[in-house]
């Protein structure tokens, strides 16, 4: 059971250039979610997924888009990386039945842009 | 805007002590409290969570939630070296993300 996968681990990028992130979960969860985090900015979210079919921006959506390619998967694309998205990038999960809404994380994916 | 306000730190408590942790937050409507532990480098790892005013017990956490003063804490007994990390509150209501603090650095002194 590897809970939630990100890939890649590490992207050094050149600005300009455009990438994805990849995400998959393997536990049914219906909610996911990227979030960017800076030295000393805590976890900031980018965008949301609530359910397959749909996506939400958070708090800081601009430059970037994602996709919910169905339940299990969710992506994020920088089109044109600032050195600005230098980060380290999470994605999360939850299970929005019962009360609970427990997010757990992937690994992360730590993002230079030079 | 949502908030969550922490004490950024660093703490830094003798082993063996206990160890408290304060989190402050914004939206009255919040009705999800989290505490994740984060070691540098990894990735933030749940340690507790509650929904009700009052304590919650969990081994050698305990978690305290007071939603009048909009107040939560987070107390580790027994404090072990391994407890050193940065300690994240995050509050949420649904599905749409949680609302996280800028992190707690916690230093347990041998």
């Known amino acids: 059971n590897a809970g939630v996968t990100q890939t890649p681990k590490f992207q050094v990028l050149k600005t300009g250039q455009s990438m994805t992130l990849q995400c998959a979960q393997d536990?049914?969860?219906?909610?996911m979610y990227w979030y960017r985090q800076d030295p000393g900015m805590g976890l900031r979210l980018i965008y949301y997924s609530a359910s397959e079919g749909t996506t939400d921006k958070g708090e800081v959506p601009n430059g970037y888009n994602v996709s919910r390619l169905n339940k299990r998967e969710f992506s994020l694309r920088l089109e044109s990386a600032a050195p600005s998205q230098t980060s380290v990038y999470f994605c999360?999960?939850?299970?929005?039945?019962?009360?609970?809404?427990?997010?757990?994380f992937g690994a992360g994916t730590r993002l230079s842009v030079l | 805007q949502k908030e969550v306000e922490q004490n950024s730190g660093p703490l830094s408590v003798p082993e063996g002590a206990i160890a408290s942790l304060n989190c402050t937050y914004s939206d009255r409507g919040s009705q999800s409290f989290f505490w994740y532990r984060q070691y540098s480098g990894k990735s933030p790892e749940l340690i507790m969570f509650i929904y009700s005013n009052g304590d919650k017990e969990d081994g050698r956490f305990t978690a305290q939630l007071n939603k009048a003063s909009q107040y939560v804490s987070l107390l580790i007994r027994d404090s072990q070296p391994s407890d050193s990390a940065t300690y994240l509150c995050?509050?949420?209501?649904?599905?749409?993300?949680?609302?996280f603090g800028k992190g707690t650095h916690l230093i347990i002194q041998p």
């Open positions: 536990m049914n969860h219906n909610s």
């Open positions: 999360a999960s939850t299970s929005t039945s019962g009360s609970q809404n427990i997010q757990y």
């Open positions: 995050a509050v949420g209501g649904g599905a749409d993300g949680l609302t």
